[in-house]
């Protein structure tokens, strides 16, 4: 029987993924930062729509090219955020770092071995 959650986003945390398990603390992260960047996304989206109809429900030039900096910005701040996110969740336990040379037989040698 799997437990209630007395808080909303305790659901979150509780929720079973494909393998059965409960979702890492990562992956929550990275769906807690990336839901309010597209809801900023499609907030600009719906702003430049309003602002710049024109008479006949379409958007105008300056419409498209203000569309197409918005699309731009989004490409920028995902990037950002997932370069952020990447230095940020990554654990130096993970081995990810560079904590000398491997050898041929692939074992790392401490960067001062003679």
């Known amino acids: 029987m799997q437990a ?3 808080r909303p986003f305790e659901a979150l945390l509780l929720a079973p993924t494909k393998a059965g398990g ?3 603390r990562e992956r929550l992260i990275e ?8 809801a900023v996304m499609i907030a600009a989206m719906a702003m430049i ?3 710049y109809e024109t008479g006949a429900g379409d958007l105008g030039p300056e419409g498209g090219e203000m569309f197409v900096y918005a699309i731009i910005g ?3 701040l995902m990037v ?3 370069v952020a996110l990447a230095f940020l969740t990554t654990d130096p336990e993970d081995g990810l770092e560079d904590a000398g040379e491997t050898n041929a037989e ?3 040698e401490p960067e001062n071995a003679a």
């Open 4 to 6: 209630r959650a007395s």
């Open 74 to 76: 989004f490409i920028f």
């Open 106 to 108: 692939g074992e790392t």
């Open 49 to 51: 729509g309003a602002n």
């Open 80 to 82: 950002a955020v997932g």
């Open 31 to 38: 769906i807690a930062v990336a839901v309010p960047v597209v």
């Open 22 to 24: 409960m979702l890492e």
